[in-house]
């Protein structure tokens, strides 16, 4: 069997590959813990062999799921945003992380920037208008740059503010937080941002909202992600 374009000068197997990148893009580990993990499997790869998949890999398998569910989102996610920032350290210095999730969760962007002012937030909201388009109702915190970036986008009456209202978004960030711990924290901002991608992407792809389904639908969900998963760039 010809293996596809991506793998074509791999000697490993794409579905190792695949299984690499997504236990250290999906769990908190180390890559010293997925190396761990594999062997446990009987297989035997490094650490700098992993790095080197997810590296690789990573953006192209984060491409994929957002192909086939942008227009999906496109569709659905114009509801309700919602939008916050959170502080992280590279290489010892403060940047600021800006995300926006739907009313279902759903991550839609994922931002690093170096300061958290209005040119930073008009930046990072005209990046996900023009990948989503236009939300009804616009949730973030009292942050007096969101209210002049929305200004100059003509979009203020949809701003909404509130002393709970921001806790889906807010609660997004732990995901990302377990992973930060894991890697003990970033180096350089260009490696943030891309990692941040992925794992939004990730994030998305296995995120079943388990609390609202029952165990059944939960068991279907999960397997039919996992099966997608397994698929791609298998074509």
Known sequence: MTRPASFKYFKTSPEIIRLAVML?????????????????????????TIRYWWNRFGPMFAAEIRRKRVQQLRAFSKWKWHVDEVFVKVNGKRHYFWRAVDHEGEVLEAVVTKRRN???????????????????????DRFASYKAA??????????RTGRWLNNRV??????????ERAMQRFRRM??????????????????????????????????????????????
């Open 150 to 159: 929305l200004k100059e986008l003509g979009a203020l009456e949809k701003q």
């Open 118 to 140: 209005k040119a930073a937030a008009l930046k990072f909201l005209k990046k996900l208008m023009k990948r989503h388009g236009k939300a009804e109702t616009v949730v973030t």
């Open 24 to 48: 250290y893009i999906r769990f908190p580990l180390s890559l010293r813990n997925v190396e761990d993990l594999l062997h446990e499997r009987g297989i035997d790869v490094s650490h700098e």
């Open 170 to 179: 807010e609660n997004s960030h732990l995901p990302f937080r377990r992973r």
């Open 190 to 235: 260009r490696s943030l941002q891309k990692f941040a991608s992925v794992h939004s992407s990730v994030y998305n792809h296995f995120n079943q909202e388990r609390s609202l389904t029952s165990r059944d639908t939960f068991k279907l969900t999960r397997t039919a992600a996992l099966a997608e998963w397994r698929q791609l760039c298998s074509g």
